[in-house]
């Protein structure tokens, strides 16, 4: 769930170059794609034109980006997988090869959710000087009330400001609605059943869709699973509801375990002395950094959104312990506030949030008892819900056991501080056909870190072949090696 991070959102491939395409290798196995003559190098780029609201055909259309990488193995294609790598908010226009094998016989379709990336977006600022609010109130978190009262000003004058300029299209951004929109997809691309891998809000993607067309499920392949009931439903504020704070201490002792000797700083007197106030550290290019408390914390939730970041959380943990050690840094910055955006409002349309900004403060009071930190960074991500007054007549919220072929669960079991393993085993007992593969590790998504996995991957795909329940797979590698 990355709305409010002030990072880039994922750009696979967006160094690529630029190759013109002949039209007949673009066109071939799709129907109503508008394909383009320029693209990122080994891809195949395009649109289609789908209605702006499945409710209402008068509401007109927007329009979707997509982009092919076709299998290498042509002659022998087994089909077409589609993708998404999470968000809401990040562009999955260009997707990875997902396995060796998978790349050889499918062609992998990624595409920019509408009000992302290269598809139709909102555009809530006339004016760049605008963007120093949004600064301010989106990625961070009160530590005191005059903090919260400023925060809650911000974030308002930021929805204040997409509610007069973010068109229509704001209100037909729900899961639901993008559900029906990569339905589209799979029939201009030719197939029966949807194949398709999805990560982090691509779950809950693929669950929406899994019980909206169950009859059309081919292969479901889900990565760091969001729980759809607390997603969809319940009181409190949605990011406190998902609880991903819950895997931040054992994300961080998983860490620390296998850090041992390698990190003689005590984590918990870190936070201690950063909550009196910033500690200034020198990064690896020799700047001057001021780091605050919740800086770091974000900090430290990025690097545990995977394993082999660790010898890097290690080294940012000692320098805040001893400044004179150098650290990397993050430099922060603006993501793409467009698609930013765009994903916010699919998060405030999917889900029932309070209308009261000030109830964030206590709820982020309870989830920092839980998970000391990440609790407060988490649970004010959603405060633009609060303020925003978005509502999608395609919003889908269950049920979610509706029967369905398989659907194969990826998930970390030593803590994912995004989509928490508890989610992750709830949700294999509430879908219709699940069943769950385990990683031993911490971090986010569990593709690409085990042989184990991809083999699982590859099978599902080609054969529909899942894992016994209980079956876990080791790591290729541990944070250290």
Not at 50 to 67: E, F, H, K, L, R
Not at 87 to 113: K, M, Q, W
Not at 243 to 255: C, H, K, L, T, V
């Amino acid at each position: 769930m990355n709305f409010p991070k002030l990072r880039a959102a994922l750009a696979l491939g967006a160094a690529a170059g630029v190759v013109a395409l002949s039209a007949p290798a673009a066109e071939a196995g799709s129907a109503g794609i508008v394909w383009e003559s320029a693209c990122a190098t080994g891809y195949q780029c395009g649109h289609l034109d789908v209605p702006m609201s499945y409710q209402d055909p008068s509401a007109g259309t927007v329009s979707i980006a997509v982009g092919r990488l076709p299998a290498t193995d042509q002659a022998h294609k087994l089909g077409t997988i589609f993708y998404n790598p999470g968000g809401p908010g990040s562009s999955g226009r260009l997707a990875p090869a997902l396995t060796p094998f998978l790349h050889e016989r499918y062609d992998i379709v990624g595409f920019d959710p509408r009000g992302v990336g290269a598809s139709s977006k909102i555009h809530c600022f006339t004016d760049p000087s605008q963007l120093e609010v949004l600064q301010r109130a989106l990625g961070t978190f009160p530590l005191t009330r005059a903090a919260e009262q400023q925060q809650i000003a911000d974030t308002k004058t930021v929805t204040d400001l997409c509610e007069q300029n973010g068109g229509p299209l704001a209100n037909h951004l729900s899961t639901g609605t993008i559900a029906r929109d990569l339905d589209r997809l799979r029939a201009a691309f030719g197939e029966q059943k949807l194949r398709y891998y999805g990560k982090s809000y691509g779950t809950y993607l693929g669950e929406t869709y899994a019980n909206l067309f169950p009859g059309r499920v081919g292969s479901l392949a889900l990565d760091a699973v969001d729980d759809p009931m607390r997603w969809a439903s319940g009181t409190g504020p949605m990011s406190y509801r998902l609880r991903g704070y819950e895997d931040g201490p054992r994300a961080i002792q998983s860490f620390l375990d296998a850090c041992a000797a390698r990190c003689p700083f005590d984590y918990n007197a870190i936070l201690d002395r950063l909550e009196a106030g910033p500690i200034t550290v020198t990064d690896t290019a020799g700047q001057q950094v001021v780091v605050t408390y919740q800086s770091a914390i974000a900090q430290i939730h990025d690097y545990l959104t995977d394993a082999q970041a660790a010898p890097q959380l290690a080294a940012f943990l000692q320098a805040l312990a001893d400044p004179a050690s150098r650290a990397p840094v993050s430099a922060g910055g603006l993501p793409d506030v467009d698609s930013l955006l765009g994903g916010g409002a699919t998060l405030c349309s999917d889900a029932a949030n309070p209308r009261d900004p000030a109830v964030w403060w206590d709820y982020a009071r309870r989830a920092d008892q839980v998970g000391r930190g990440f609790g407060r960074y988490d649970v004010y991500k959603t405060l633009p819900c609060a303020t925003w007054d978005v509502a999608d007549t395609g919003r889908y919220a269950g049920p979610w056991n509706r029967p369905t072929a398989p659907v194969l669960l990826l998930a970390n079991r030593q803590g994912d501080l995004e989509t928490p393993y508890a989610g992750a085993q709830r949700t294999e007992k509430l879908l219709g056909n699940a069943r769950l593969l385990t990683l031993d590790t911490y971090g986010h998504g569990s593709r690409g870190k085990s042989a184990c996995v991809d083999a699982w991957l590859d099978r599902y795909f080609a054969a529909g072949s899942v894992p016994a329940r209980g079956t876990v797979c080791a790591p290729d590698r541990g944070p250290f090696d």
